[in-house]
């Protein structure tokens, strides 16, 4: 009976040692800017229905889309 209740604790004792190796996440590689890319769009826009804060926020948008995607950044200032 003794035995018995020896074996039981060590096959329950197994899995829990061996969990505590796993991270409980799958390895994946970072992401690339190229997976942005594939992913982020220029997002259109009507200037005469949108407010100001809209658009400012949208072209900022479409330009760091354009810098990082397109590879158009602005040159910037010498300093």
Do not use: F
């Not at 899995?15 to 800017?33: D, E, F, H, K, Q």
């Amino acid at each position: 009976m003794k035995s018995n209740k020896l074996k039981l604790l060590w096959l329950l004792t197994i899995p829990l040692a061996l969990s505590g190796c796993v991270t409980g996440s799958i390895a994946r590689a970072p992401a690339t800017v190229s997976d942005y890319c594939l992913i982020a769009k220029p997002i259109g826009y009507d200037s005469t229905k949108d407010t100001p804060e809209t658009v400012k926020a949208i072209e900022a948008h479409n330009s760091q889309w354009v810098c990082v995607c397109e590879k158009d950044c602005p040159a910037r200032p010498a300093g």
